[in-house]
């Protein structure tokens, strides 16, 4: 499996970016999707995470009411949109995934696939 991530950029506080997780080499309708973003120095922070049927999801408290996740089955792509910016935004952003059926969504080293990542940076 492969995962491409991009939609990254520079936007000034409050300005807002749509990210794209696009799945190569497994059926994406057996995949949970997850982003999880690390800031310099700082650990990896999970950001958010859709079940296979996009009925469940989660946010971490920080981005609950400012991001959204989504899934598109037929561009097998997951996206993340990113509204309210602001500069403790800023991080590199990974889309992961699994096909596991029973893990903790918010630990990062319990998926299986890694994106390369993609720089969001957030100027005040």
């Known amino acids: 499996v492969q995962l491409q991530a991009s939609g990254g950029g520079l936007v000034q506080s409050g300005g807002s970016l749509r990210l794209s997780c696009a799945v190569f080499?497994?059926?994406?309708?057996?995949?949970?999707v997850g982003w999880f973003r690390q800031a310099p120095g700082k650990e990896h922070e999970f950001v958010s995470a859709i079940s296979r049927t996009g009925a469940t999801i989660e946010y971490a408290d920080s981005v609950k009411g400012r991001f959204t996740i989504s899934r598109d089955g037929a561009k097998n792509t997951a996206y993340l949109q990113m509204n309210s910016l602001k500069p403790e935004d800023t991080a590199v952003y990974y889309c992961?995934?699994?096909?596991?059926?029973?893990?903790?969504?918010?630990?990062?080293?319990?998926?299986?696939?890694w994106g390369q990542g993609t720089l969001v940076t957030v100027s005040s």
């Open positions: 992961v995934a699994t096909g596991k059926m029973s893990f903790d969504v918010r630990r990062y080293n319990h998926y299986d696939h």
């Open positions: 080499g497994r059926t994406f309708s057996n995949l949970v």
